[in-house]
């Protein structure tokens, strides 16, 4: 059995689960019902009614119903997952500590807790608890010993003005043309996330072409993100006026030109180049000196690509990180040429070699 992407099932998650076949999806992206436990009307200051989530599919008998149910999408999606996929679930502090237990009781292996911090939250209108500012996703490889789960990790940090991204996101909640409306103008779904937090998560741990899960589509941000980032969807939602909002919106969406969705590539992946090579190469040659950025140290280069300054000897990081007195350097940063144009770091000539391997 092939699983056809880019479609919405209609139907309870677990049951459709069921059908789809063993190992199939790349990620699985789940904002499962909170079971916000809520009391009672919450009414603002003025006695006006705000539209909390009230919905029969947000209400469960107890915790012990609720995380039952939780064990058995999660073991549903286990199953459909494959072996060096990964787990998306985004909860509040009413269900997010009990979904986590769940997720490492089955196997999962946590790699991050990311906080997504509302920069437009909703205000605490009785004025008895904090503003409840952020809700909490969690990042789950399929296994611990799964080493091979897509992490983009350099294509987040030049997102981020090449800065490392961090676990905390500063995301606005969904607001304005974003939020999907019934026919009377109101908002279809009370807790549709933005398509921005998406983004994020599908860039972070995906690549083009991965069929993304989410069994709790709702109006279809997921899939909507999905089909701009060049992924595939499936998406099952049980509400059938959800689904068809969902698919009316995934419809509108253009796609990024293929060529647009490449992303910066990781320096690990890319071929090992030891220095000696740039040497056997004839791009440095024994005798030639390499200079530290400001050009006030200088270190000679020998045959088998080690530096030497006066009785000193060692690899390109050695001699940087002794040179500044640090336990640590990378020396292909550190040390630099002297071309036409002045310095250039050694990087450029690795660069030049790794061009040249195709």
Same mark, same amino acid.
């Given at each position: !059995? ?23 999806? +790349? ?14 009307? *919450?009414?603002?200051?003025?006695? $006006? ?27 549903? #999606? ?43 939250? @909703? ?13 909490? *996703? =969690? ?25 490392? @991204?961090? $676990? +905390? ?24 996330? &933005? ?6 998560? %599908? ?50 969406? =253009? &796609?990024?030109?293929?060529? +647009? ?7 690990? $992946? ?12 004839? *791009?440095?040659?024994?005798?030639? !000196?390499?200079? #530290? ?22 690899? %390109?990081?050695? @001699?940087?990180? @002794? ?5 640590? #350097? ?9 071309? +036409? ?18």
């Amino acid at each position: !059995m092939t699983l056809v992407p880019d479609q919405i099932i209609v139907g309870d998650c677990i049951e459709q689960l069921a059908k789809l076949p063993e190992k199939s999806v +790349d990620l699985v992206f789940a904002d499962p019902p909170y079971n916000l436990q809520l009391g009672g009307d *919450l009414l603002r200051p003025d006695n $006006s009614k705000v539209d909390a989530v009230d919905d029969d599919w947000d209400r469960f008998a107890s915790f012990e119903a609720y995380d039952q149910f939780t064990i058995a999408w999660l073991t549903a #999606c286990r199953r459909v997952l494959k072996d060096d996929g990964a787990l998306w679930v985004i909860g509040s502090y009413h269900n997010i500590f009990r979904v986590g237990r769940s997720v490492q009781d089955l196997g999962f292996w946590i790699l991050n807790d990311v906080v997504w911090r509302k920069s437009n939250p @909703m205000p605490n209108f009785k004025g008895t608890r904090f503003a409840n500012a952020h809700e909490t *996703l =969690i990042w789950a490889s399929k296994s611990r010993g799964a080493r091979r789960y897509t992490f983009n990790y350099d294509a987040l940090k030049m997102a981020n003005e090449e800065l490392q @991204m961090r $676990s +905390d996101w500063n995301l606005p909640l969904c607001t304005g043309d974003e939020r999907i409306k019934d026919e009377t103008g109101a908002k279809a779904h009370p807790t549709q996330k &933005p398509e921005a937090l998406l983004h994020r998560v %599908i860039l972070s741990s995906t690549r083009p072409g991965d069929i993304i899960l989410d069994p709790f589509f709702g109006v279809g941000t997921t899939g909507a993100a999905a089909r701009r980032l060049g992924r595939r969807y499936v998406g099952i939602e049980r509400d059938t006026k959800y689904a068809e909002l969902a698919r009316q919106r995934i419809a509108k969406v =253009i &796609p990024v030109a293929p060529a +647009d969705l490449d992303i910066t590539g990781s320096k690990k $992946s890319e071929p090992r180049v030891p220095f000696g090579q740039i040497v056997e190469a004839g *791009l440095l040659r024994p005798g030639d !000196m390499v200079w #530290c950025p400001k050009g006030e140290r200088a270190a000679r280069v020998r045959a088998d690509g080690s530096l030497a300054m006066g009785d000193l000897t060692g690899s %390109i990081h050695k @001699m940087g990180a @002794m040179v500044q007195s640090q336990p640590a #350097c990378n020396g292909w940063t550190y040390w630099h040429f002297k071309t +036409d144009k002045g310095l250039a770091p050694i990087d450029v000539l690795r660069a030049k070699v790794r061009a040249e391997m195709g």
